[in-house]
């Protein structure tokens, strides 16, 4: 895997591969980056990464200007590999080891971009869960989103929140925002 984009383009992304990690793959990343490109500046975003595995989602993030990443996963070596690659690079992400709903349960914190890419694994109604706990406790920014990568075979357009999907290859992205917003 590597950087796609932003300061370190082309930078590649060795993880351990005793990891249990699906990373994101490099065209699906660049056709994500390139919709929220039109969409956001980078300067003052605020981003959560949700399952974050090996972090290829914070450090395309980092690489184009953001400077506010928290990355959560509940496997240590992925923290730590996180940890360590930010380090290396002089990157500010704050990688944290929890349960993905224990952390939304307590956060207080807002986001302007929430990315989560769970386990494929992960039915309907535990991908739900996901967006359902992002919204209802208000974690995204007026004007955020919510991206929840997840595979073709699950249709997650009947959420009232929903906003659009993008295939690509075997992965969907659905794109949801918070419409309950005055």
């Given at each position: 895997?590597?950087?796609?984009?932003?300061?370190?383009k082309?930078?590649?992304?060795?993880?351990?591969?005793?990891?249990?990690?699906?990373?994101?793959?490099?065209?699906?990343?660049?056709?994500?980056f390139?919709?929220?490109?039109?969409?956001?500046?980078?300067?003052?975003?605020?981003?959560?990464?949700?399952f974050?595995?090996?972090?290829?989602?914070?450090?395309?993030?980092?690489?184009?200007?953001?400077?506010?990443?928290?990355?959560?996963?509940?496997?240590?070596?992925?923290?730590q590999?996180?940890a360590?690659?930010?380090?290396?690079?002089?990157i500010a992400?704050?990688?944290?080891k929890?349960?993905?709903f224990?952390?939304?349960n307590?956060?207080?914190?807002?986001?302007?971009?929430?990315?989560?890419?769970?386990?494929?694994?992960?039915?309907?109604?535990?991908?739900?869960?996901?967006?359902d706990?992002?919204?209802?406790?208000?974690?995204l920014?007026?004007?955020?989103?919510?991206?929840?990568?997840h595979?073709?075979?699950?249709d997650?357009?009947?959420?009232k929140q929903?906003?659009?999907a993008?295939?690509?290859?075997?992965s969907?992205?659905?794109f949801?925002e918070?419409?309950?917003?005055?």
């Open positions: 895997m590597r950087i796609i984009s932003g300061k370190f082309g930078k590649r992304l060795i993880a351990p591969k005793k990891l249990p990690v699906r990373p994101t793959t490099d065209m699906a990343k660049e056709g994500l390139n919709i929220l490109n039109n969409r956001f500046y980078w300067d003052g975003l605020k981003v959560l990464d949700l974050a595995g090996t972090g290829n989602i914070s450090f395309e993030f980092a690489s184009r200007g953001v400077e506010e990443i928290i990355a959560v996963d509940s496997f240590a070596g992925c923290i590999y996180i360590k690659t930010a380090k290396e690079l002089d992400i704050t990688a944290i929890s349960d993905v224990k952390y939304l307590r956060t207080q914190e807002r986001f302007d971009i929430i990315f989560a890419d769970p386990p494929y694994n992960f039915d309907v109604d535990q991908l739900t869960q996901i967006v706990s992002v919204l209802e406790r208000k974690l920014e007026d004007g955020g989103v919510l991206i929840l990568e595979e073709e075979q699950k997650l357009s009947a959420n929903f906003m659009e993008r295939k690509y290859g075997g969907v992205f659905s949801f918070n419409k309950s917003r005055p």
